[in-house]
C-alpha cells in the first residue's frame, strides 16, 4: 500500500489544494502532484478533480475513507509509540462529519467543542438538509452524521438524538401588515417567508399541517440559521426558527407565532460508521448529552 501518495489524496481533498496539502505534509506541491499522478497512473482512474478548491472523485473519496480509519488507528499508536511522532503524516487527524445547520446553531456546537476540548482532533463539519446529510455517509464523505434518516445507512450504527422544534414566527409589525385579520389563506398566500435552500421543505410541511393543504407562498432565499432569526426580527418575512433562537424574542415581544401552540418537529438521529464507533466512543457520547438536554424527547 502506498501511503504516502495515499496521504496526499487525503491532504488535497481536505484542504483544498495541492499548496496546502503539501505544507500540511511538509512536501514540495511537487512532491504531493507526482504521487498523486503515479497513484492514478497505477489504478487507471483520476482521483482528484484538479479545480478551485480540488475535490476528490468517487474512488478518490473511498481512498480518503480509508485514510480516516488510518489516522485513527495512527493516532492510538502514537500513544502507546510517541517515538513515531515524527514520522511523515502523523499529525492531528481530522474527522469528517455532517449536520443540518440549524442544530449546528443550536446545539451541535455544544458538543464538538467539548470533544475538540477533550482531544486533540481536529473536525471538517459539512453542512446539508437533515434529509440529505446520509447521502454523505452513503459517499464516504463523512464517518458520521445527523440526519432525519431513522434506517441506518449500511456500515452505519444509528441512535435517536431527539426532536428539533420549530415555531413559525415574525416580527408584529409583518402580522399587522400581512394578517390583520388572522391567519387565513389568502393572506398566507401573500405573506413572503425565509427560506434555506431548495432543499429546504420545513415551511411547506408547517403550511400543510395548519391548513390542511399544500400551500404556495413567496419567499426569500437566506442560507443561514441566524439570518433567519435576525430576518424575521427585522420584518423580512415570516420564518421557522427554532424554539432556542425564539424563546427570548417570543417573551419580549420582538416576535410573535403566526399560529400560536402549532410547533412543527423534526426528528434527528446519530448515524457513526461502525468502523469508527468505537474509536469515536467520546464524540458520540457527547453528542448525545448534548442533544437529549436541547432537543424534545422522542418518546
Known amino acids: 500500500m502506498d501511503y504516502p501518495a495515499l496521504r496526499a489524496v487525503a491532504a488535497v ?88 445547520a440549524d442544530s449546528l446553531g443550536t446545539w451541535f456546537l455544544e458538543a464538538i467543542a467539548s470533544f475538540t476540548r477533550a482531544t486533540d482532533y481536529l473536525v471538517n463539519v459539512a453542512i446539508d438538509d437533515e434529509d440529505h446529510t446520509a447521502d454523505w455517509l452513503r459517499r464516504g464523505r463523512v464517518l458520521a452524521a445527523v440526519t432525519s434518516l431513522e434506517r441506518p445507512v449500511q456500515g452505519c450504527r444509528v441512535t435517536p438524538l431527539g426532536a428539533l422544534r420549530y415555531q413559525a414566527t415574525a416580527s408584529p409589525d409583518f402580522v399587522a401588515r400581512y394578517f390583520p385579520d388572522g391567519l387565513t389563506k389568502e393572506a398566507f398566500q ?51 426558527n427554532p424554539v432556542q433562537l425564539a424563546r427570548r424574542h417570543l417573551e419580549r415581544g420582538d416576535l410573535v407565532e403566526l399560529a400560536p401552540g402549532q410547533m412543527l418537529e423534526r426528528h434527528l438521529f446519530w448515524q457513526i460508521n461502525r468502523l469508527a464507533a468505537d474509536q469515536l466512543y467520546e464524540l458520540s457520547r457527547l453528542i448525545l448529552t448534548v442533544a437529549r438536554r436541547e432537543l424534545s424527547s422522542q418518546a
Open 13 to 100: 481533498v481536505r484542504t483544498g489544494s495541492f499548496e496546502r496539502a503539501a505544507a500540511s505534509l511538509n512536501v514540495t506541491p511537487s512532491a504531493v502532484s507526482q504521487r498523486i499522478k503515479h497513484l492514478e497512473e497505477r489504478l487507471g482512474a483520476v482521483l482528484i478533480e484538479r479545480g478551485t478548491p480540488c475535490t476528490a472523485t468517487d474512488k478518490g473519496l473511498a481512498l480518503c475513507r480509508h485514510m480516516d480509519r488510518v489516522g485513527m488507528l495512527e493516532k492510538d499508536l502514537m500513544e502507546h509509540l510517541p517515538e513515531l511522532s515524527g514520522a511523515e503524516g502523523a499529525g492531528q487527524v481530522t474527522l469528517n462529519v455532517a449536520t443540518n
Open 190 to 240: 401573500r405573506a413572503p417567508a425565509l427560506t434555506f435552500d431548495q432543499k429546504d421543505r420545513l415551511q411547506n410541511v408547517w403550511a400543510r399541517e395548519v391548513f390542511g393543504q399544500d400551500m404556495s407562498f413567496p419567499t426569500h432565499w437566506l442560507p443561514s440559521t441566524q439570518s433567519f432569526l435576525e430576518g424575521s426580527l427585522a420584518g423580512m418575512g415570516w420564518a421557522l
